[in-house]
């Protein structure tokens, strides 16, 4: 990303109306032609208590937070300290307070950042029904250049059922903010404005958890049941209604352990079914996923990362399930393992595992995270795509039906329940060919090749990895971490170097040959992930050939990756 953008924090008290302000901002700026992404932040509270909506605006699709914020809008100085190394600001950035909040904190007096005090509240005052939150929705529009009826027209859009009163109360906020931002422009010479291009097709505003629920829709799958987790509990809250639309039932369950074992009971009834939840989550789903992959039942989990071990920081990303995500399965137990790479991707990605486990009858997981999931971006419509659940199933009247036969591609017709003459038993116990319980070390070893060999022989195409750019230096990495790297590249290739980089989105079954593809003239490697331990490196090495020269960027949350850091260290590198 080269072009200029303006990111703008948004802080308050809870109430204050922070997230309905930067929500309001986002999708007028899409209305009006630009892109954007906003990223949440709050307390440990989960709910309630202070937030703050962090906002980048672009002319050009955008992905990732930036290096720095141009503006901190505080709406009070209600532990706004709490987000101080979320806010990094330089001499240039503005902090825009009420002039009727006292005291502020030494997190904005010691600031490197211009400071000024706008009549936030005395504003409001002066309007029948006036916020201080749409007053500085009008400021924040003004300052960024988007205009009064983008503005009134998302008012329109979100207040309507609140009743004209609200809706002109509002619209006069807005209008009071533009006039006091259009004072404010000339007193600080502040331009913020950024150049907006007409709309050349359907944009969408939607949150990876969002995506990760449609590409789940479109993708076949038909029965959910989950226990709410943050920060995966959007996923729910998205297939609860749409699902039903399609004649699909979500089941909220007592506990994950239900939920897990629920799904394999809708799938093994022959309805494509998944879960969601985060680290907790998964780490008691573990063995109900093993069950899944021995009884050969295609199952998905979509793993919304937080901060762990335990229950963590459960506001903020990590990729830290990583490891158990893996290798978290007793038994040798091969499944597949995909990474959404972008708030986008999330549809991708779970639409293209559902089409996985179903075509090999086996479990997936989707890593996503906090990031992808909890922040909304403004992006092109996605393309439809082909990827829909279909699974191999024994024809009616079949004889001498064995579930688990040894085919070559190690996928054996499955039958639905009510089949005539594909009764059988599914469990956790090894099998011979026709299901039945075996001990034997013949059987033992022919369904674990069998099981092995399914995911090890299947064509995943291109889709196991983004490549991007050229040269003989490479970044691998995956997830969230994918934006920044890529904007960290596209700012050096825009001084002359050229990088490539590899983001894995299949991460299990590895896929050697296709990676030493990748690394064709690759000298020197940087590995970025977030994480602590390095769980991705150590991955990599567990089953790929990386060049001798490799280094690792490394950090857990709950900070994000921004461009900057990584331009940094690929300038070390050379």
């Not at 799958?221 to 609860?240: D, K, N, Q, S």
């Not at 071990?309 to 393992?337: F, M, R, W, Y």
Request: charge should be negative; charged fraction near 20%; hydrophobic fraction near 40%.
């Amino acid at each position: 990303m080269t072009s200029k953008t303006v990111s703008i924090a948004i802080t308050g008290a809870g109430g204050a109306g922070v997230m309905t302000a930067g929500q309001m901002l986002l999708d007028a700026a899409a209305k009006a032609g630009l892109y954007g992404l906003m990223t949440r932040s709050s307390g440990p509270q989960i709910r309630g208590g202070e937030a703050a909506a962090f906002i980048r605006l672009s002319s050009d699709p955008i992905d990732c937070p930036d290096d720095y914020f141009d503006v901190l809008f505080c709406f009070d100085w209600m532990n706004v300290d709490r987000f101080a190394a979320e806010l990094p600001l330089r001499t240039d950035s503005v902090i825009i307070g009420d002039e009727a909040a006292k005291n502020p904190p030494e997190m904005i007096t010691a600031s490197v950042a211009r400071q000024v005090m706008v009549p936030l509240s005395e504003a409001a005052k002066e309007i029948e029904g006036g916020r201080p939150n749409m007053i500085g929705l009008g400021m924040l529009g003004e300052l960024a250049g988007v205009p009064l009826d983008a503005l009134q027209a998302i008012l329109e859009k979100v207040l309507k059922r609140k009743g004209q009163a609200a809706l002109d109360a509002s619209i006069a906020g807005v209008e009071k903010g533009m006039q006091v931002a259009t004072d404010l422009e000339s007193k600080i010479g502040i331009d913020l404005h950024l150049e907006r291009k007409e709309n050349q097709q359907t944009r969408w505003s939607l949150t990876g958890n969002e995506a990760a629920g449609m590409g789940a829709l479109r993708g076949g799958v038909r029965f959910c049941a989950a226990y709410p987790i943050t920060p995966a509990t959007e996923v729910l809250e998205w297939l609860a209604p749409n699902l039903e639309k399609v004649g699909g039932t979500l089941v909220q369950a007592e506990d994950e352990l239900a939920s897990v074992n629920m799904i394999i009971g809708g799938s093994f009834g022959g309805v494509p079914s998944i879960t969601a939840t985060a680290g907790p989550g998964l780490a008691l789903m573990t063995e109900a996923l093993g069950l899944a992959v021995s009884a050969e039942i295609p199952i998905v989990v979509i793993d919304v990362m937080r901060g762990g071990p335990s229950t963590g920081i459960p506001t903020k990303s990590e990729q830290s399930d990583l490891n158990i995500a893996l290798h978290g399965l007793h038994g040798d137990a091969p499944h597949i393992v995909t990474a959404a790479q972008s708030i986008s991707d999330c549809l991708f990605t779970t639409q293209w595992t559902v089409h996985l486990a179903e075509a090999l009858q086996t479990a997936g997981i989707v890593l996503s995270d906090q990031s992808l999931g909890q922040s909304r971006n403004i992006i092109d419509k996605p393309a439809d795509l082909a990827f829909v659940a279909k699974r191999e199933v024994v024809e009616a009247g079949v004889e001498d039906y064995k579930r688990y036969a040894l085919s070559d591609s190690g996928v054996s017709p499955m039958a639905i329940p009510g089949t005539p003459g594909g009764e059988y038993v599914a469990d956790g116990l090894e099998t011979a060919e026709n299901a039945r319980p075996s001990s034997s070390a013949e059987d033992h070893y022919a369904q674990l090749d069998k099981r092995q060999r399914k995911l090890s022989q299947f064509d995943y195409g291109q889709h196991w990895a983004e490549i991007e750019g050229e040269g003989e230096l490479a970044v691998v990495t995956f997830g969230s971490v994918t934006a920044p790297v890529r904007e960290a590249i596209q700012r050096l290739e825009s001084e002359g170097q050229k990088i490539k980089m590899i983001s894995m989105r299949l991460l299990s079954p590895a896929l050697p040959d296709k990676m030493d593809e990748a690394l064709v003239g690759v000298k020197k490697l940087l590995v970025v992930e977030q994480t602590h331990s390095k769980q991705f490196y150590r991955y990599l090495r567990s089953e790929f050939d990386l060049p001798k020269d490799t280094t690792v960027l490394a950090k857990p949350g709950p900070l994000p990756f921004r461009p900057g850091e990584i331009v940094n260290t690929l300038k070390e590198l050379g």
